[in-house]
C-alpha cells in the first residue's frame, strides 16, 4: 500500500508515518515526487490499524498497490524517475535522450581510447565496453578484468563520459562499483536473483537489460528486486528477444517502451545493437525508439552491412 501526505508534509511528520508502519513490521519507502511525498510499505498488512496512520498529521489517503510490482510501479510514483549519470550527472529519463556507445569489450587501451574519443565528439554522454564478459562460449575472450575497468576510468578521466560497464557476478560487485558509473546487468543476469540483491545495496545506477525470454512483468520483478534492496536508481534497458527469426539477431519489440511508461517511472531505453545485430539498421531502429519515448539508445559498433 502506499501511504500518500498531503502537500506541504514535513519531514517529521512523514517520520512520524514511517516509525508507525515500521511498528507494524513494514518495511517503508520514502519516496519524494514533485509535490508531495508517498511512503510505500511492503510487507503483511493483515496486522495493520488503516485508521490510526489514516489519523496521522497531514496523511491524505491510503491506497492499494494492484501491480505485482511495487516500488517500480506507476501506482507508487506517478512523475518519471530522472537518473544521473557520471561525472557530468546527465539524467537519463529528462526532457534530453542520452546516448551511450562503445565497443562489446574492452579490448586494449588503444582501441578504448580513441572509441572513447570518437564516442564523445559524436555528442554521447556515456561510453560502454565489458571488462567482464558473460560469454556463450567459455573459449570466447572473457574480458580483461580489472585492467579494463582502469582503461575505462581513463576514458573518463579524458573525456568526462560516464562508464557503462556489466557486473557478472556478486564476486565482481565491488570492483566494478569502485570504477563505474552505471553498472549494467545483462540479459543473462535478469534474473540472477543475489546479483540484483545486491546492486540493490549499491549507491550507484543500474542499467538492468530485459532477459531475453523475459515478460515484462517479469523484467519489472526484477527491477524491483534492486529498489527493493534499497537503490532506486534503475534504468531498464529493452536488447530484443528471442524469436525463430534469423534476419535479425534478435527480435526488438518497441512496444515495450511505451508498455513500460504506462506501468512504470523508471526511464527505459534501447539497445539497437544486440536489437538488430545490423549496423544499417541502428540509425532507423534508434530513431524509432526515440519516437515510441525512450529516453536514450545504448548502442555498440557492428561491423556487417
Ligand atoms: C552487452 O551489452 O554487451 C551484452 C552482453 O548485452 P546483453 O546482456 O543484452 O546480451
Ligand atoms: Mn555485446
Do not use: W
Not at 37 to 57: F, H, L, Q
Not at 84 to 113: M, T
Not at 162 to 183: F, M, N, S, W
Amino acid at each position: 500500500m502506499v501511504i500518500v501526505m498531503k502537500p506541504g508534509a514535513t519531514s517529521l511528520q512523514v517520520q512520524h508515518v514511517v516509525d508507525l508502519v515500521n511498528e507494524y513490521g513494514l518495511k517503508d519507502h520514502v519516496i519524494y515526487g514533485t509535490d508531495r511525498t508517498v511512503v510505500a510499505c511492503i510487507g503483511d498488512k493483515r496486522s495493520v490499524d488503516k485508521g490510526a496512520i489514516e489519523n496521522a498529521p497531514m496523511v491524505e489517503k491510503i491506497v492499494p498497490i494492484l501491480a505485482p510490482y511495487k516500488m517500480a510501479s506507476l501506482e507508487v510514483k506517478q512523475d518519471k524517475s530522472e537518473i544521473e549519470i557520471g561525472p557530468n550527472k546527465f539524467p537519463i529519463g529528462g526532457n534530453k535522450v542520452g546516448v551511450i556507445a562503445g565497443p562489446c569489450a574492452v579490448e586494449s587501451r588503444d582501441q578504448l581510447l580513441r572509441t572513447a574519443d570518437a564516442v564523445k565528439a559524436a555528442g554521447c554522454i556515456g561510453i560502454r565496453g565489458g571488462a567482464y564478459k558473460p560469454r556463450t562460449s567459455p573459449y570466447s575472450f572473457q574480458g580483461l578484468g580489472e585492467e579494463g575497468l582502469k582503461i575505462l576510468a581513463e576514458a573518463r578521466d579524458n573525456t568526462g563520459l560516464a562508464i557503462v560497464t556489466e557486473v557478472i557476478g556478486v564476486e565482481q560487485l565491488d570492483v566494478v562499483v569502485h570504477y563505474a558509473d552505471v553498472l549494467q546487468i545483462g540479459a543473462r543476469n535478469m534474473q540472477h536473483y543475489p546479483l540484483l540483491e545486491a546492486a540493490g545495496k549499491v549507491n550507484k545506477p543500474v542499467m538492468l537489460k530485459r532477459g531475453m525470454s523475459a515478460t515484462l512483468d517479469e523484467f519489472l520483478l526484477a527491477a524491483e528486486y534492486i529498489i527493493n534492496g534499497g537503490n532506486k536508481q534503475v534504468i531498464l534497458c529493452e536488447r530484443g528477444i528471442r524469436t525463430y527469426e534469423k534476419y535479425v539477431r534478435n527480435t526488438l519489440p518497441l512496444s515495450v517502451v511505451p508498455a513500460l511508461n504506462d506501468r512504470t517511472h523508471l526511464p527505459v531505453i534501447v539497445d539497437p545493437s544486440h536489437g538488430t545485430g545490423h549496423a544499417y539498421m541502428i540509425p532507423q531502429v534508434s530513431a524509432a525508439a526515440v519516437a515510441v519515448g525512450d529516453a536514450g539508445v545504448i548502442i555498440h559498433p557492428l561491423l556487417d552491412r
